[in-house]
Nanobody
Framework: QVQLVESGGGLVQAGDSLILSCAAS????????MGWFRQARGKEREFVSA????????YYSDSVKGRFTISRDNAKNRVYLRMNNLKPEDTAVYYC?????????????????WGKGTQVTVPS
């Protein structure tokens, strides 16, 4: 089992920055690719970003590319999502996910483990 706990969400203004953090515990963190997904009210969950176990490979959705940066610290069992130039359309609950298959997680939005999410709100 892997337990994931997100933090760092909040209410910010358009154009602001925010850093989300996901703390992992349980099985060996460095064995897992990590991802961030989000779900806006009334919409389906969507892929945001993902990173390989080593950190050498990253993926981003087109909607956040150039604004968001994913990173991980395997020594601290944490993955981060730095979000710059936030927009109202970024408003959603953001979920951290872990899976041993990076590309499967990116393509299918399915993962072995999920956190409970953290709310990010950017008023229009």
């Amino acid at each position: 089992q892997v337990q994931l706990v997100e933090s760092g969400g909040g209410l910010v203004q358009a154009g602001d920055s925010l850093i989300l953090s996901c703390a992992a515990s349980g099985r060996t963190f460095s064995n897992y690719a990590m991802g961030w997904f989000r779900q806006a009210r009334g919409k389906e969950r969507e892929f945001v970003s993902a990173i390989s176990w080593s950190g050498s490979t990253t993926y981003y959705s087109d909607s956040v590319k150039g604004r968001f940066t994913i990173s991980r610290d395997n020594a601290k069992n944490r993955v981060y999502l730095r979000m710059n130039n936030l927009k109202p359309e970024d408003t959603a609950v953001y979920y951290c996910a872990a899976d041993q298959e990076l590309t499967v997680m990116v393509v299918t939005a399915v993962a072995d483990y999920w956190g409970k999410g953290t709310q990010v709100t950017v008023p229009s």
